[in-house]
């Protein structure tokens, strides 16, 4: 059973042309001295304590104020930040046999109300991010630690439960920010979402909070404590919200009523007429975010005696079925995707591993085929009928609700993707979410991707260190996001494959580089032979940046504002 399909290019047209004229920039703040930093962020924070976020917009918020012991430079180079130096084999801070590392720290470094920051302070991080009951969405970069000891105010070490090559993940990047003890000790447990550091943070950065209102504006000052003499260049740093991509798109590159604009999911032909205003420019740094669309393997519509749906006790009514996760797949047109939507800040990709290169596959392809999709549907059962042009089995109609977060470029992905689906007999509900809810963490919300109540969602992400153990723990049983976790685990899909969890323990323990790398490779290979996920687009971070700013280096390994103390106005 297929359909004729075409893509209503005209359409598609008119609908980017609407988008483009609506944008205003009323709602921009205005650009008013050199001493003052406007970012727009059109997916505005909502929480300021990086261990319990859950996208870019809360960690790029927090990174302001709080830092890691070091991260990783666009070479993959570990940079120093409260360390005093990166730890190696030569000088003593790395084990010879994998199983601990020692961090020495900076000294005479304070927290932003004066107190000094210590090992102790490093200590607490982990046994806050260890404690199940914070709920933390970071606790997988730290789940292969056995200790965390200050042997001085200004050294620490850390053993691991077994041989760990990846020694650098902990602490470092932007799931490594350190919290302060004397801040966050009686919020160690369960009643962390009452702490009021999570919207008024002490850190150790270049900024500190003034004024946040979650979900709309955060207004910064500079710390006067900072321990990098000179810096921060910018004496205030206002970051508002709101809006949408496009729009902040237009007030940095075109009208200048911003400097820096986040996450520029914009149709790149809108980007490439915005960015001939002259007043900006567009930054596309290609890293290991992968715009992905999830299965859902649980049922989203049965629910436990308690209420909690998407639960592994219901197990999904097709997608449990190979064929029918191979038939989406091919139903998905990858490259119309990238290519009409996303230009030269998007490739085609089927793989999740797509940085660093030696743990990329060269194994993995993709195809767009409807009619073996539609093939492949057959051999498993499902067929119209009932003649209401939807396939159906056993009384169960092959039904899905696809959701993503509110953003023109996925709202189109969304429509190429429907439209592939009806074509072979699938009906499809669209879905979209405030991204500011989407992307929340919120365990009393159930729109969140973490909760995923729903057959199939769209988002982006990827590992956060060259290491990519940690993220390719997110598909490991014991990773499955549920209520007796708060959600917070990163296995929003509910996926369980022994086969995979093994790939993934010896990778933990492999100390030869080589042999590391291609459990990696099999890691990836093996979830796309399972269609476990549809990756579709390897994806620029896209950011605006005024033509005034200089000192913007950014990596795939940190936020975007990880280097903000660096940045400031170029001589007029």
């Not at 919200?241 to 986040?262: K, M, P």
């Not at 590391?516 to 950011?543: H, K």
Request: aromatic share 10%; with cysteine; glycine share 6%.
């Amino acid at each position: 059973m297929i359909r004729r399909l075409f893509l209503p290019l005209v359409i598609l047209s008119c609908i980017l042309s609407l988008t483009f004229a609506a944008c205003t920039s009323q709602d921009a703040p205005t650009v008013a001295d050199g001493k003052t930093l406007k970012l727009l962020y059109w997916q505005a924070p909502t929480i300021l304590n990086p261990h319990l976020a859950s996208g870019f917009k809360d960690f790029d918020a927090a990174r302001l104020v709080y830092e890691p012991l070091a991260s990783y430079d666009n070479s993959d180079r570990l940079v120093p930040f409260l360390a005093a130096e990166i730890p190696s084999k030569e000088n003593g801070g790395v084990a010879a046999d994998g199983r601990s590392v020692t961090w020495k720290l900076k000294p005479d470094v304070t927290w932003s109300d004066g107190e000094p920051f210590t090992a102790e302070d490093v200590v607490f991080t982990y046994n806050f991010i260890s404690n199940p009951d914070v709920a933390s969405s970071n606790l997988e970069a730290f789940s292969g630690i056995e200790t965390v000891e200050a042997i001085d105010d200004h050294t620490v070490k850390i053993t691991f439960k077994d041989v760990t090559p990846g020694w650098a993940v902990p602490f470092t990047g932007q799931t490594g920010a350190i919290l302060p003890e004397h801040i966050f000790s009686p919020y160690n447990g369960a009643n962390i979402r009452e702490a009021e550091a999570n919207n008024q943070p002490v850190g150790t950065g270049p900024f500190l909070v003034e004024e946040f209102k979650p979900g709309d504006i955060v207004v910064y000052t500079a710390n006067p404590n900072y321990w990098d003499a000179g810096k921060p260049y910018f004496e205030r740093v206002e970051l508002k919200g709101g809006g949408d991509a496009t729009s902040a798109a237009r007030a940095v590159l075109q009208t200048g009523d911003a400097d820096y604009a986040f996450n520029l999911q914009v149709e790149a032909n809108i980007l490439k007429q915005l960015e001939a205003a002259g007043r900006g420019k567009v930054l596309a740094n290609f890293g290991s975010y992968v715009e992905r669309i999830m299965f859902n393997f649980t049922d989203p519509n049965q629910a436990t005696a308690d209420g909690e749906r998407s639960s592994v006790e219901f197990p999904h009514p097709f997608f449990t079925d190979k064929k029918v996760r191979q038939a989406f797949d091919l139903a998905v047109d990858r490259d119309t995707i990238s290519n009409q939507l996303y230009g030269p800040t998007g490739r085609p990709t089927a793989q999740l591993i797509v940085v660093p290169q030696q743990y990329s596959s060269d194994q993995i392809d993709y195809e767009f085929n409807l009619e073996k999709a539609a093939a492949l549907l057959d051999e498993a059962g499902w067929k119209d009928s009932n003649g209401d042009g939807i396939r159906d089995k056993d009384g169960v109609e092959m039904q899905v609700v696809f959701q993503t977060s509110v953003n023109p470029v996925r709202q189109k992905t969304q429509e190429i993707v429907k439209q592939s689906l009806e074509a072979i007999g699938v009906g499809v509900e669209l879905k979209s979410i405030d991204p500011s809810i989407f992307f929340s963490g919120d365990p009393g919300n159930t729109d969140t991707l973490n909760h995923f109540y729903a057959d199939l969602q769209e988002f982006t992400t990827g590992n956060d260190s060259p290491d990519p153990g940690p993220h390719m723990k997110w598909w490991t049983c014991e990773e499955i996001a549920q209520k007796e976790n708060s959600w917070q685990k990163p296995n929003y899909a509910r996926y369980c494959n022994p086969e995979y969890d093994e790939l993934w323990k010896r990778a933990m323990t492999e100390l030869d580089p080589e042999k590391r790398a291609a459990l990696f490779r099999q890691m990836d290979e093996l979830l796309r032979e399972d269609f476990a996920v549809i990756p579709i687009v390897d994806r620029a971070t896209t950011t605006g940046v005024s033509n005034t700013l200089t000192g913007i280096d950014p990596t795939p390994w940190d936020a975007n504002t990880w280097d903000i103390s660096n940045w400031r106005r170029t001589e007029s």
